[in-house]
């Protein structure tokens, strides 16, 4: 097509510096006309090749200049919005900058229609199967240099190496640590680990991590009933313990107690003993019979029997 363009391009230009002898049937008319004929062909041709001479770039996105001559790409991508370029001699791929997340499961409803489980091992070798997600982002100054790389779309770019990325990332991180500490204590620092390790590997290549999760973890099943079965002897043992402790607690608590009521009982008798020190020291004869004359309201006593019964007073005497 293009040698086609070029040679009539050639005949009109000859045409048109000698338009006498340019004309194949020497007459001036007829030729004139075939000749405008022909520049209007070619000029249909042009337009028609040269029509979409305008690029538009999505927000979000960036455009990667491809040379269809060499094949180069130009190391600064365009940005979104409009932009002029040769259709015949250039092709604008369009790449996402925006965020994407890319799921990793063995369910066909996420992700994609295949499974897409990481299979690693632990540090017991035993087999693991985990489904994944990672959020991720391009940047924009990076992308020529990734289509460089991979000479691809970004779909198969995350389904291709990314993935393998995180394969081995976790397969580095997974495979020092046992399966009980993955699901139990060590579970976020495995993921912090992975992510800082994913990252160091797509860094090169202007790929961002914003998230990586850990969405499931599935391991042998007869691994799984043994990890349950010493979190519930733990968990018995636990409370074996936490009883003891509290029995221990209440013991001691009782001790305290019950020392400090034998302290107060101690206290109490010193201190009555003493009291009934000062008062017996302080009784006299001569009180008591002042006392019990107090207290008389001048009767006498009602008594059976013939005797009288004498009250002595103080300062009386017995008679003889």
Sequence with gaps: MATSI?????????????????????????????????????????????????????????GIVIHRGGGGVDPTPLGPGFHLRNPLMTQIQEYPTFMQTLVLTRESTEGSENNDEINVNSVEGQPLSLDVSMSFELRGDKVPQLYQTFRTDV?????????????????EVVGNEEIAAILGPKKAEVVTRTQANLQKRLDPYGIDVRQFTLNEFRAPKA?????????????????????????TFQAQGDSIKAAGRAKAITAEAEAQSRANELL???????????????????????VTGG??????LPGSKNPE
């Design 307 to 312: 005797a009288m019964p004498m009250l002595q």
């Design 155 to 171: 779909q198969t770019i995350s389904h291709g190496y990314i993935r393998q990325a995180i394969r081995q990332s976790l397969q």
């Design 6 to 62: 070029d040679s009539t391009l050639d005949e009109l230009r000859s045409a048109m510096r000698n338009p006498l002898t340019g004309l194949p049937d020497g007459g001036g008319g007829s030729g004139r006309v075939r000749l405008l004929v022909g520049a209007v062909l070619v000029l249909l041709v042009l337009l028609l090749l040269v029509r979409p001479s305008v690029a538009y770039i999505e927000p979000g996105h960036v």
């Design 280 to 302: 017996s020291k302080s009784i006299t004869n001569t009180l008591v019979q002042y006392e019990m004359a107090k207290r008389w309201n001048g009767q006498m006593p009602q």
């Design 223 to 247: 691994v799984m009933d043994a990890i349950s079965l010493k979190n519930v002897m733990q968990q018995q043992a636990l409370t074996a313990q936490n009883e003891l402790q509290k029995n």
